[in-house]
């Protein structure tokens, strides 16, 4: 059984990197792509971006120049950087791997457990 | 980008009832690619329907997913007890993939 374990940071004062990372457990990490999603009360659920084995990347234009989506040189875990954080970043910060069924992307099958972070001074 | 707005906000329903939950997109959703949700609380999502109408594994088969174009619906034909939560659709056929706000079911 797949799972996601996910990790980092869960206070940040602003201007400073939140640092995500996410394991990927039990199933194989190429012929996916493997997203970061947020989740806040004001903006609901937000994708950030994605990364495949090979480290092609997606990101969202929303979030412009800040987001950095990595992977290992073992191609696990893969990592998410947002700089220059403020108060509007706060929110739980999700793993995810897109569905092969629905073409390796896009459909979200496998969700880390999420993490809590808040950006505060 | 392409918006999604999902009605209603809240759906007010009794166990046994029919659930008929609605995303509609501001432009064509490329290849019907779309997906529901189901989140309860202090949970991550859980893929319900993607590709508009496939039910993802292991999914009960009183959920079912139809639409095409702008207007999507999820139905659940007979709801259960532990049917009751919030649900999401989501669009993957345009970057950025984006939400819905949401619709919350619960329990009449």
């Known amino acids: 059984q797949v799972q996601l374990q996910q990790w980092g940071a869960g206070l940040l004062k602003p201007s400073e990197t939140l640092s995500l990372t996410c394991a990927v457990y039990g199933g194989s990490f190429s012929g996916h792509y493997w997203s970061w999603i947020r989740q806040s009360p004001g903006k609901g659920l937000e994708w950030i971006g994605e990364?495949?084995?090979?480290?092609?990347?997606h990101n969202n234009p929303s979030l412009k120049s800040r987001v950095t989506i990595s992977v290992g040189t073992t191609n696990n875990p893969f990592s998410l950087k947002l700089s220059s954080v403020t108060a509007a970043d706060t929110a739980v910060y999700y793993c995810?791997?897109?569905?092969?069924?629905?073409?390796?992307?896009?459909?979200?099958?496998?969700w880390g457990q999420g993490t809590v972070v808040t950006v505060s001074s | 980008e392409i918006v999604l707005r999902q009605s209603p906000a809240t759906l007010s329903l009794s166990p046994g009832e029919r659930a008929t939950l609605s995303c509609g997109a501001s432009q064509s959703v490329s290849s019907s690619y779309l997906a529901w949700y189901q989140q309860k609380p202090g949970l991550a999502p859980r893929l319900l329907v993607y590709?508009?109408?496939i039910r993802a594994t292991g999914i009960p088969d009183r959920f079912s997913g139809s639409g095409s174009g702008t207007d999507f619906t999820l139905t659940i034909s007979r709801l259960e007890p532990e049917d009751f939560a919030v649900y999401y659709c989501q669009q993957y056929g345009g970057s950025p993939y984006t939400f819905g706000q949401g619709t919350k079911l619960e329990i009449k």
């Open positions: 990364i495949n084995h090979s480290g092609s990347t």
């Open positions: 995810a791997r897109g569905s092969l069924a629905a073409g390796g992307t896009g459909a979200f099958d496998i």
């Open positions: 590709d508009a109408n």
